[in-house]
Structures are given as structure tokens and as C-alpha cells.
């Protein structure tokens, strides 16, 4: 029986990887959507939406993108640690340019030419920028001239910035003053009370098809709250991971000793506040300062050893975006490409909705347990996987460093 047969689920509920259909609309992701919305019928449309990891916040833009309509072209740049000209470059890849033999005053005026064109077969131009936070003075500098691009009667290109909350500070920069001037509204994504994330795990749930709502006790609620501080991406980690380990012990619901021992391996405390982060308390750190690693990874390109990297219980996300514990530049690579559960029952990978898929051999695969020494293909890379369960490797120095680049 698979795990979603076991827990009578159509699809898994708590993936990592953007999925409009899962969106919880708490009254402030409501609040965040509608001022987004409002770029369509403000011709000066510039929206801030900053957020803790892991809040949601690339979710609610796609979601927002999803139910755009035909009269309304966009662009979205996620890869934002770029130059100015390689800024301008990846906006004209978006809308549909090739660009890259270009120079700066010529990729301006494309760009310029574009807008006034769209404008006047009245089409509306948004430019979305994920990872903001990321963007230099200079490319802010940039931003600020192509929202000023405009007819004799209005701006035509509107623009939504995404990021973390040090896009606040970045912003506060007396530099980037005029730009600043410019933008029309500003929200704060902040994580889930204790209600709303009862509410969102019930809610993921009935989308993944559960009819019910006993697959978590209500004793569980609270200890989830209490280990994720109402961060949706850590309450997506702990869910999945106690269902996994309930699905290996052949049990059909949650309990709260199921949260707790999820809890352990993942060796999470409670929150400490709503960055993402938890301290370990000194009494759970052996005194031998040892690490007990249960899973190795081998990167490999074109065939060549990369990097290594040794991880303990938990979720492990690897793709193109800077935030993955195990970060990859390729184009074939999708932001988050692929996840690894690591527990003591062994390791699952998970695809992560990719474009080019993963693939162990010939096999492109969605979701299985792995067996050591598993080759990974994900494009030119490969990653090997090596089970360190009841091995002298697993038992490592506390200043054993990953290498996260690849």
C-alpha cells in the first residue's frame, strides 16, 4: 500500500514547492493578494510584499499570476544576485526576447519599445521580482527608471517586489530614496496564529483529499504550533515528516508522541521566533559533540566530484534557489528541484514538481525510498546517495562542514 492509499489521501498535503491549489487564505495572505491585484488597475502599480522563509510568499505569487487575464503580460525574475545589464537581460529573456548579444542602451530601448507597444494594444505589463532582497543599489536603480517609462497619459509598466524581510532595510537606504517614492503599498507577512494553523493543515489536508478531519488528533495542534511558531514552510516540514514516520509504523493517524518523536529526530525545539530557526538546548547536544548523520550526498558534474555533504534527520531541499541546502547552478536545475527525507527508517526522495524531472537510472521517478549507493540525475548533475545508518561514517566531528555549492 502506498502512503497516500495508507492515509486515503489523492495527493501528497504538505509539499514544499509552490502550489496555488493549496493556498490558505488567511485574512493577512488575503490582504497581501488584494494589493497585488491593485497593480492591474493602478497604471503605477508598485507593491512591496516582504516575508519571513518559508511564509508563503512565493505561493501567494503564483497564485496571483495563475488568475491573470489575457489582456495582462508579465514577467517574473527569481534569480536576482545580477548585474544591472544582466537584470534588464533576464526581464527581456521573460518576455519572450533574446537578448544576450545585446548592450546596455540597446536592451533599454528593446525594453522601452516593448511596454509601448503593449500599451498601445492595450495590454498591461507586470514585472515581478522574487528574492528581492538579493537586488544591488545599482539594479534598484535600474527598477526605479523602468517605472518611470510612460505614455502621455500613464506609467506602463507595473512592478511587485517579493522578499525577506531585509528588502525593509534595503529599501530604507537614503540612496534609494526616489525609488521608494514610487511605491504605492507595503505588506508584512508575518506567520499563523494558533487558529489559522489549525486551519491551514485541516485545509491542505481536505485538498489532498482526506474527507475527514480525524487524521490528527486535536492534542497535535498545539504542539505543531508550538515547534513551527505558525511558519507554514516548517508546519508543511513537520506534518510531512510525522506522516511519513506514522506511514512507516503502519499507524492511520497522528498523535502528539508521534509530533514529539518527529520533533526529536528533526531534533527541533520550540520555536524561538518566526525566522526559521531553532536552537538546540545544551542538554540534547551529546557531550562527545558528535553528529549522527544518516544520509550522504555526492554531487557530481558531468561525472566529476563536486562537493560532498552529510546530513542528519530531516528534509532536504536541493535545486537553483540560494535558500536549498544544497544549491545547484544549472538551467536545468528548478529553484527547488527535488527533496530528500532523511529519518531512521531511511531516506525518501520526492520530486518537486520540476521541469526536467529526476531520474535514477533510466527511471524518472515521483516519489520512492532510495537505496544506497543510488544515482540521482538531476540534468548534467548527479547526486550519489550513500545510507550512513549503522556506519562508523555516520558518526561525525560537530565541525564537519557542508559544502553548499555545487
Known amino acids: 500500500m502506498s502512503y497516500l492509499d495508507h492515509f486515503k489521501l489523492k495527493e501528497p498535503p504538505f509539499g514544499l514547492t509552490p502550489d496555488p491549489a493549496f493556498v490558505y487564505w488567511s485574512k493577512q495572505h488575503s490582504r497581501a493578494k488584494a494589493y497585488m491585484e491593485s497593480t ?25 499570476l495563475d488568475e491573470l487575464e489575457d489582456n495582462v503580460v508579465y514577467a517574473v525574475v527569481s534569480q536576482t544576485q545580477l548585474s544591472p545589464t544582466q537584470f534588464l537581460q533576464a526581464v527581456l529573456t521573460e518576455f519572450g526576447f533574446k537578448p544576450f548579444d545585446k548592450k546596455k542602451v540597446e536592451l533599454l530601448d528593446m525594453l522601452n519599445m516593448f511596454l509601448i507597444e503593449q500599451y498601445s494594444t492595450g495590454k498591461k505589463v507586470i514585472l515581478v521580482v522574487d528574492e528581492a532582497q538579493n537586488l544591488t543599489e545599482k539594479v534598484l536603480e535600474e527598477v526605479r527608471l523602468l517605472s518611470g517609462i510612460e505614455t502621455q497619459k500613464e506609467k506602463v509598466l507595473r512592478i511587485i ?16 530614496k526616489q525609488l521608494v517614492q514610487r511605491v504605492r503599498l507595503r505588506f508584512h507577512l508575518g506567520p499563523l496564529d494558533r487558529t489559522d494553523t ?33 511558519v507554514p514552510r516548517l508546519i508543511n516540514t513537520l506534518c510531512d515528516s510525522a506522516l511519513l514516520v506514522a506511514f512507516a509504523d503502519g499507524k492511520k493517524s497522528i498523535t502528539a508522541e508521534d509530533i514529539e518523536g518527529t520533533a526529536e529526530e528533526l531534533e527541533w525545539v520550540e520555536h524561538e521566533d518566526t525566522t526559521g530557526e531553532h536552537e538546540v538546548l545544551p542538554h540534547l547536544v551529546p557531550t562527545a559533540k558528535k553528529k549522527n548523520y544518516l544520509t550522504r550526498i555526492e554531487v557530481r558534474s558531468k561525472g566529476k566530484p563536486v562537493s560532498e555533504h552529510f546530513f542528519e534527520a530531516g528534509r532536504i531541499i536541493i535545486g537553483r534557489a540560494p535558500d536549498s541546502d544544497i544549491y545547484i547552478d544549472s538551467t536545468y536545475v528548478s529553484r527547488h528541484h527535488v527533496q530528500l527525507t532523511s ?7 520526492e520530486d518537486l514538481n520540476s521541469t526536467n524531472g529526476v531520474f535514477i537510472g533510466d527511471d524518472e521517478v515521483e516519489k520512492q525510498i532510495l537505496a544506497d549507493g543510488d544515482i540521482i ?9 550513500a545510507d550512513l545508518r549503522n556506519t562508523d561514517e555516520g558518526s561525525k566531528d560537530d565541525t564537519s562542514v557542508n559544502e553548499n555549492q555545487a
Open 40 to 64: 492591474i488597475w493602478l497604471s503605477d502599480g508598485f507593491v512591496v510584499i516582504t516575508g519571513d522563509i518559508g511564509s508563503g510568499k512565493t505561493t501567494l505569487l503564483q497564485s496571483f
Open 161 to 176: 517586489f517579493a522578499g525577506q524581510p531585509e528588502l525593509k532595510e534595503t529599501l530604507a537606504s537614503p540612496k534609494l
Open 198 to 230: 489549525r486551519a491551514y493543515i485541516e485545509h491542505r489536508l481536505a485538498v489532498a483529499g482526506r474527507k475527514d478531519g480525524k487524521l490528527f488528533a486535536d492534542d497535535v495542534y498545539p504542539l505543531i504550533y508550538r515547534y513551527t511558531g505558525g
Open 377 to 385: 540525475s538531476l540534468g548534467t548533475h548527479e547526486l550519489v546517495y
Open 343 to 349: 529519518s531512521t527508517s531511511g531516506c525518501v526522495i
